[in-house]
């Protein structure tokens, strides 16, 4: 298999909640992040372990957007509103998104990527966002996404 079955592999198992296939695909030294807890999980026992060990079981992950590919992330700030974020590709970092459902009924964006090395899932580093609705004033300027 090359990164990209790998990867795309590994985030099939995730939909599948299948762990024994996580395992075999993570580095015994996997490093699992969740950025907005400050959370990192050190290796692929623990994470195996987390994963087994969640509160009312695994909910259900749908990925919608499986794994584009990153080499350079280039931050540019204007002079006004928000920062530019330019992502480019190559064939060992791979982005994902799609929506976790948790146990007790919350549905949550969910964003990250995964790192291959060596062919193995050596990093995962994933992003949860509760849904909102959107404010009234940007109404002029958007359109509503399915």
């Known amino acids: 298999m090359n990164n990209r ?19 075999q695909l993570a580095s015994p030294d996997i490093e699992v992040r969740y950025p907005q807890s400050g959370e990192v999980i050190r290796g692929r ?11 009312g079981g695994l909910g259900d992950l749908e990925l919608s957007e499986t794994l584009g590919t990153k080499e350079r992330v280039t ?35 969910t964003a990250g990527y995964i790192e291959v090395q060596n062919m193995s899932i ?14 009234a004033w ?6 509503d996404t399915p």
């Open 122 to 135: 050596i990093r995962e580093t994933t992003y949860f966002a509760e849904p909102f609705d959107a404010p």
């Open 75 to 109: 931050v540019q700030t204007p002079s006004f509103g928000m920062p530019v974020i330019t992502v480019t590709g190559n064939d060992t970092t791979f982005f994902f998104e799609g929506f976790a459902e948790y146990p007790n009924g919350g549905r949550f964006h």
């Open 45 to 55: 026992d623990n994470y195996v372990a987390m994963l087994e060990n969640y509160p």
């Open 138 to 143: 940007r109404q002029p300027y958007v359109e």
């Open 5 to 23: 079955q790998i990867a795309q592999r590994y985030a099939e198992a995730a939909e599948e909640k299948d762990l024994t296939t996580l395992a």
